[in-house]
């Protein structure tokens, strides 16, 4: 679990930002560093970007999410520990567009993918908490999970390519068994934002890899809303001195 948003919206399952299931998403690749914005219809009326406030932490009240920006570096390299001002100056300014009162910032970062996020928001009003036009409310319901075309294909090939890899573990471990359920939550562009094996999965490492590398390295499409989660399930079993199969 990655990034230092506030207890409703920490973990990569809760507290993500999501939208009803109506809602039409417009997506931007900015000029300015690399960053990429997501937004929806309907926001609120654009504001003065020097208005929105910039936190790692949001309000106490529940929120709703009005846009939605993301700026990678390449894995193989250090994810800055701070943002860089550049970054955050376009990411305030999408958000301003969409009249945003905060820029909610976070930082993620795993084996396959170093992003900040950079949430726009506001304070949710009585008729957005509970899905209503104005969009769903940041809180402690789970992310919603993907229904998107062709969501139900991206996920089977990513379990086979998972099963192929832990073919290749068995070949050299013979004896190697174990379970791995990897969670993962899908950004508003079609990629894995983050994903992590549940704490009942097998420790043994290559199999985990093999999952969550087979995960990271699918293209879901884009959600109905800004996310949603997905899991990938693979087993392998087999009766002692017998040879193991991955299922």
Not at 14 to 32: I, Q
Not at 114 to 130: C, D, E, F, N, P
Not at 175 to 200: C, K, M, N, Y
Request: net charge neutral.
């Amino acid at each position: 679990m990655i990034g230092p948003l506030s207890q409703r919206a920490r973990g990569f399952l809760v507290g993500a930002p999501w939208l009803h299931a109506g809602a039409s998403l417009a997506l931007a690749l900015s000029a300015c560093g690399g960053v990429r914005h997501a937004t929806r219809g309907g926001g609120a009326a654009a504001k003065d970007e020097t208005l929105v406030e910039v936190r790692t932490t949001g309000f106490e009240s529940p929120y709703q999410i009005v846009s939605f920006s993301t700026w990678d570096v390449d894995p193989n390299e250090a994810l800055p520990a701070t943002a860089p001002a550049g970054v955050v100056a376009d990411m305030r300014a999408e958000a301003a567009r969409h009249g945003a009162e905060m820029l909610l910032l976070e930082r993620a970062e795993d084996a396959w993918r170093k992003v900040w996020l950079g949430l726009g928001i506001v304070r949710a009003q009585a008729s957005t908490s509970t899905g209503g036009p104005g969009g769903d409310s940041a809180g402690p319901s789970a992310v919603p999970v993907c229904t998107q075309a062709g969501f139900e294909a991206a996920l089977k090939d990513a379990r086979a390519r998972a099963i192929t890899c832990a073919k290749r573990v068995l070949y050299e471990r013979p004896a190697v068994r174990g379970s791995i359920e990897v969670l993962f939550e899908v950004d508003p562009h079609g990629d894995v934002l983050r994903a992590a094996a549940t704490p009942a999965s097998s420790r043994d490492t290559e199999l985990q890899q093999c999952v969550l590398g087979a995960v990271h390295a699918s293209a879901f499409g884009e959600p109905v809303g800004f996310t949603c989660r997905g899991s990938v399930a693979v087993q392998v079993t087999g009766a002692a001195g017998s040879p193991g199969v991955p299922q």
